[in-house]
């Protein structure tokens, strides 16, 4: 497996390897497989893998067969690219023999899903030994790929796997891959993430799960959409205001979300910002237009009836609903993370700042307040009221 930060060329060279796999036995297959099918067709099939052909195999000839989600090359070897959300389409590839199966992005990956996927590593290929290839982003500890590539262990029941020769791991990083990366992207772009942002996409590291989370790295990577969420048939706002906008101040969370019609929700923005009350309302107002949202959920417990009035002024038409915190974060926080874990919540996009506040919340660790978070939490909740979407539970 190669692991380590963003865009260190991981999947290049393993595109690579795959190639020069494929070439070696002509009439053998090979399978790149990913979570998302719209995700390895975009990343694999339209940028990666061709240009891994043109810079390294120039020679060679090949076609990409989109509608039939595979690459052939005039030795009649074929590369098959995998999303398993196609649920019919992964079954009917499924059913063919691979001699090597790539798992692009594997954090994002369930290990029962793995462990299907292996059981068509079957392909008796002339000239070639088998082979399962791995990379990601490292997440955290407890995720499967840290059980199986640097612990040696099963990750279901933690026994010692038998023979842990096979499972090699190598890390590489941005800096290893700088003279193929535009000025300034790792000192401007990957340097500037939080900390455990900046740890996993640019350091490569294994993060460490901080005890009692109600979130893991491995519920966040599952939740993460690759294209725009469809029709939305409500859409909310939660604030969770500060009262001031001085130095170490707390920021005030603006979060947004939508519902579809199959009741999953959709977080859409992160507008959180430290800044004086009229400001942060007009942050707010703008969302509000923005989105065309339904409707604004502000916690009054500090601020009162002041959060209302300065929203009014800037948008009278405005609709608002006062909430008011009577249970510890914790417990407001506890129905949203089962609902996560349901499956029916989804990030349109990466939010780092949010994501390391959901990363690091536990009753045990949790010296900060997480102004970010409580916003998701009331936008939620909103959104899952009875009569208005899902029922928590």
């Not at 190669?2 to 009439?27: D, E, H, T, W």
């Not at 040696?152 to 499972?167: A, F, G, Q, V």
């Not at 706002?237 to 519902?259: C, K």
């Not at 942050?283 to 009162?304: K, Q, S, T």
Request: hydrophobic share 40%; aromatic share 8%; with cysteine.
């Amino acid at each position: 497996m190669l692991y380590g930060g963003s865009r260190s060329g991981k999947s290049f060279a393993l595109c690579c390897a795959l190639i020069v796999r494929a070439l070696k036995s002509p009439g053998s297959r090979h399978a790149v497989i990913r979570r998302h099918c719209n995700a390895v067709h975009a990343s694999i099939g339209l940028d990666t893998l061709p240009k891994a052909l043109r810079l390294r195999f120039p020679g060679v000839r090949w076609v990409y067969r989109r509608s039939e989600g595979l690459f052939r090359l005039a030795n009649r070897s074929e590369i098959w690219l995998i999303g398993l959300d196609d649920e019919l389409r992964a079954e009917k590839i499924l059913g063919q023999e691979f001699a090597t199966i790539y798992f692009n992005e594997c954090s994002e990956l369930e290990y029962p899903s793995v462990q299907t996927a292996l059981t068509r590593l079957a392909q008796k290929a002339p000239g070639l030994i088998n082979r399962a290839f791995y990379d990601c982003n490292p997440p955290g500890r407890g995720h499967w790929t840290f059980r199986v590539f640097v612990e040696k262990l099963d990750p279901i029941d933690r026994r010692p796997l038998p023979h842990p020769e096979n499972y090699l791991a190598l890390q590489i990083n941005p800096a290893d891959n700088r003279e193929n990366l535009p000025p300034g992207y790792i000192e401007q772009t990957l340097d500037a993430l939080p900390e455990r942002q900046k740890s996993r996409f640019l350091r490569g590291e294994w993060s460490d799960e901080v005890e009692g989370a109600l979130w893991n790295s491995e519920m966040i990577a599952r939740c993460r959409e690759t294209q725009c969420p469809g029709e939305l048939v409500r859409i909310a706002i939660g604030v969770d205001p500060a009262v001031t906008a001085h130095e170490g101040s707390d920021l005030t969370g603006i979060v947004a979300a939508g519902i579809d019609r199959a009741e999953v929700i959709h977080v859409l923005r992160d507008a959180s910002c430290r800044k004086a009350p009229l400001a942060w309302a007009a942050e707010v107002v703008r969302l509000y237009r923005e989105l065309d949202a339904d409707i604004v959920v502000g916690e009054v417990n500090n601020g009162g009836d002041l959060i209302e009035s300065l929203l009014r002024q800037l948008a009278g038409d405005l609709n608002f609903r006062a909430v008011r915190a009577t249970r510890g974060k914790i417990l407001r926080a506890e129905p949203v993370a089962a609902l996560y874990s349901r499956g029916m919540i989804r990030h349109a996009g990466e939010f780092p700042e949010l994501e390391e506040e959901m990363l690091g919340y536990s009753p045990f660790s949790c010296a900060k307040s997480p102004d970010r978070l409580d916003a998701l939490v009331w936008t939620v909740c909103e959104l899952a009221r009875p009569g208005g979407g899902v029922i928590l539970a």
